[in-house]
C-alpha cells in the first residue's frame, strides 16, 4: 500500500538531547513537509522540500535541522536549541496533478521532553 | 500573500443539526483547497479537495463544501452531525505556483451533543 509512515509513533527525549524523527513515503511525491501542532495554534510548518537535496525553512525553523538525500525520506531532527520541542509533529508530502496538487499526511510522531 | 481564515475556532451542535465550519482564504493564485479532520492524538484525515473542477465537492461521511471565489470562501458543511463528527477540522489551502508550501487555518474544534 502506498502511503507516508512516521516512526516511531511516541518518542521521549532528555533535555539537551538531539532526537530525529523519520518520514517516509513511497508516493513517489516531489514535495515533504514538517509540520509542528500545538494546542489550539493549528499546524505551523517547519521546514519543507521541492526536490532531492533542497529544503527550504518554514515559519519556525529555529532549533531544527533536515535533510533530503532521497526522494522516498525527509528526516527532521529537533536539535537541543529548540527551547520548546514537545509537540505532535506531522510529516506530509504533495505532488501537482493536473487539476492542482494532492497531498497526504503521515500518522505523525509525538514528542516529549523530560 | 496567502492565508487562510477559520472564522471559528469552536462550534458547537446537537446531534441531527446542520454543520457549518467557515473558511476564507486569500490567495494570489488559483488555488487549491481542502479540509482535513484530526480526531484526537491522530493525523489528518482528507474530507474533501477543491482542484478547479466542480466548484461543490462532496467528500467523504457525508460533508460537503462550496468554492466561491468571489467571496474567497471554501465553507465546510453537513446537513445532519453525528456525535462521531466531534473532532478537530482544518482548511488547507496550496497556492498553484510551483515551490509554495500548504497554508494551515488554525483549525476548528467541532462539538455535538446528543
Not at chain 1, 28 to 39: K, L, T
Not at chain 1, 43 to 59: A, E, H, M, P
Not at chain 1, 78 to 83: D, L, P
Not at chain 2, 91 to 109: E, S
Amino acid at each position: 500500500d502506498g502511503g507516508i509512515t512516521q516512526s516511531p509513533k511516541y518518542l521521549f527525549r532528555k533535555e539537551g538531547q538531539n532526537v530525529t524523527l523519520s518520514c517516509e513515503q513511497n508516493l513517489n511525491h516531489d514535495a515533504m513537509y514538517w509540520y509542528r501542532q500545538d494546542p489550539g495554534q493549528g499546524l505551523r510548518l517547519i521546514y519543507y522540500s521541492q526536490i532531492v537535496n533542497d529544503f527550504q525553512k518554514g515559519d519556525i525553523a529555529e532549533g531544527y535541522s533536515v535533510s533530503r538525500e532521497k526522494k522516498e525520506s525527509f528526516p527532521l531532527t529537533v536539535t537541543s536549541a529548540q527551547k520548546n520541542p514537545t509537540a505532535f509533529y506531522l510529516c506530509a508530502s504533495s505532488i501537482r496533478t493536473g487539476g492542482g496538487y494532492e497531498q497526504f499526511f503521515g500518522p505523525g510522531t509525538r514528542l516529549t521532553v523530560l | 500573500a496567502q492565508s487562510v481564515t477559520q472564522l471559528d475556532s469552536h462550534v458547537s451542535v446537537s446531534e441531527g443539526t446542520p454543520v457549518l465550519l467557515r473558511c476564507n482564504y486569500s490567495s494570489s493564485y488559483s488555488p487549491s483547497l481542502f479540509w482535513y479532520v484530526q480526531h484526537p492524538n491522530k493525523g489528518l484525515q482528507l474530507l474533501l479537495k477543491y482542484t478547479s473542477a466542480a466548484t461543490l465537492v462532496k467528500g467523504i461521511n457525508g460533508f460537503e463544501a462550496e468554492f466561491k471565489k468571489s467571496e474567497t470562501s471554501f465553507h465546510l458543511t453537513k446537513p445532519s452531525a453525528h456525535m462521531s463528527d466531534a473532532a478537530e477540522y482544518f482548511c488547507v489551502v496550496i497556492p498553484n505556483q510551483a515551490g509554495t508550501a500548504l497554508i494551515f487555518g488554525k483549525g476548528t474544534t467541532l462539538s455535538v451533543s446528543s
